[in-house]
Each structure stands twice: as C-alpha cells, then as structure tokens.
Nanobody, 123 residues
Framework: QVQLVESGGGLVQAGDSLKLSCAASGLTFNTYVMGWFRQAPGKEREFVAAISWSGRITDYADSVRGRFTTSRDNAKNTAYLEMNSLKPEDTAVYYC????????????????WGQGTQATVSS
C-alpha cells in the first residue's frame, strides 16, 4: 500500500531553518505531484507548496514564497520542504501529499497523505 512518511519537524526559534522530508513507498514516485500542506491549531489545512513529477515546476503559497523551497529526489522516492527564515506563524503540523498529473493547491485533489510532522517556531 502507499505510504508517505514525513520527518524533520521540531522546535526552533524565529529566523531558524528546518528541512522536512517525505519518504514515499508503494507508488511510482516519479509520476506523482508532491504537495505540502499545513494545519495550525484551530485553523483549516492550507496549501504550502507543490512540485511536479519532474521537479521542473513548483508552486508556493504567497505566505512562504521566497522563504520555503520544495524539491525532490526521484531516485530516493523522497520530497523535501526546506523552510528558512521561520516565523511563529509558520507553527503547524506539516503534511505531504501525492496526486497524479498536474500541480494543484486544492487538498481535495490529493490521493495520498502522510501522517504529518510538527514544526514549532518560538518568538
């Protein structure tokens, strides 16, 4: 079965960096778009970033553009989200998700989800 496993979360201070990983198994990784979403306490899940199957196309939410970078290594079946200049408002559970074909910002379009990893940014 398909499994997406996130790692790399933690507690950091404002201005610090974190790099999240999403290890995939049970799917043909290089045919899937990988998306990143986050959910803060009391808020709805929101789109953060996405990367096409080839890695050539990326998309970012306005709130993270210029600070976050998503990438992937298809040989390792792993996607990444590098988060720099972190702010307290970036505190959330971060999820990776997979879908076929084109990039989407809509969580409903994604077929597979990881369990999430907590990132906490203190001020």
């Amino acid at each position: 079965q398909v499994q997406l496993v996130e790692s790399g979360g933690g507690l950091v201070q404002a201005g610090d960096s974190l790099k999240l990983s999403c290890a995939a198994s049970g799917l043909t990784f290089n045919t899937y778009v990988m998306g990143w979403f986050r959910q803060a306490p009391g808020k709805e899940r929101e789109f953060v970033a996405a990367i096409s199957w080839s890695g050539r196309i990326t998309d970012y939410a306005d709130s993270v553009r210029g600070r976050f970078t998503t990438s992937r290594d298809n040989a390792k079946n792993t996607a990444y989200l590098e988060m720099n200049s972190l702010k307290p408002e970036d505190t959330a559970v971060y999820y990776c998700a997979a879908k076929r074909f084109v990039i989407s910002r809509d969580s409903k379009d994604y077929s597979y989800w990881g369990q999430g990893t907590q990132a906490t940014v203190s001020s």
